[in-house]
């Protein structure tokens, strides 16, 4: 069980976990206390563990664990691979120091090139080190489920996927490579802007119900 610097002995050694968060991130220990009353409410929902599971990641992304329709399926990957990203540890679980870096990468002071690795992580389906383009449009087609202001046909996300390869692929070997994928963003930054939080750097006691709303 991990209930992170809320959880530690009173005064000073409380601090100090607070402290060395904030010194590993772009937060302060302030905000790392209310990160903590965060991560508090949010593993909770389910199990009440110290730890935060897929299920309550969701609920805290969305608003709502999967439902198996075919919308939940498409919320699931992107949850899913955020989740998978955010978990070090590859235990299936997240910590609260987990929490906290993983967020550290949605903060706008975090340099363009974390938030480009992340990113490619992201996006990286079967963890092979390149994008394929089955990749790209399983990913397309989550993050459209999720948007309430956009909408692509299935004819419209194939022209989608061949410009991204078109402009990203650039040995033209069917895959994306993280250089190539590094290059794509020093172009044209919008790529990642998905990849920046600005309310993280207002965090104060007053925070928001869903923390990727």
């Not at 968060?21 to 389910?46: D, E, H, Y």
């Not at 490579?177 to 919008?190: H, P, Q, R």
Request: charged share 30%.
């Amino acid at each position: 069980m991990d209930m992170g610097c809320a959880a530690s002995a009173p005064g000073n050694a409380q601090e100090r976990e607070c402290a060395r968060l904030a010194s590993k991130t772009k937060f302060t220990p302030g905000q790392v206390r209310v990160l903590q009353r965060v991560f508090s409410r949010v593993s909770s929902m389910n199990e009440g563990d110290g730890v935060i599971d897929a299920i309550e990641f969701q609920r805290a992304l969305f608003g709502r664990a999967s439902g198996g329709d075919e919308d939940a399926g498409k919320s699931d990957l992107f949850s899913a691979r955020i989740f998978a990203c955010f978990d070090s540890a590859s235990d299936e679980r997240l910590s609260f120091e987990e929490f906290v870096c993983g967020l550290n990468v949605f903060h706008p002071e975090t340099p363009r090139d974390a938030k480009t690795k992340f990113a490619f992580r992201v996006y990286d389906l079967q963890g092979t080190g390149e994008i394929n383009r089955d990749d790209v449009r399983r990913m397309l087609e989550a993050v459209l489920s999720q948007s309430t202001s956009m909408s692509l046909t299935p004819k419209e996300i194939d022209a989608a996927v061949d410009k991204t390869f078109e402009d990203c692929d650039l040995t033209k070997n069917g895959v994306i490579s993280l250089k190539e994928f590094e290059s794509l963003v020093a172009k044209n930054e919008k790529v990642i802007a998905n990849m920046t939080m600005p309310r993280l750097q207002r965090l104060t006691k007053e925070y928001p119900e869903f923390l990727f709303a």
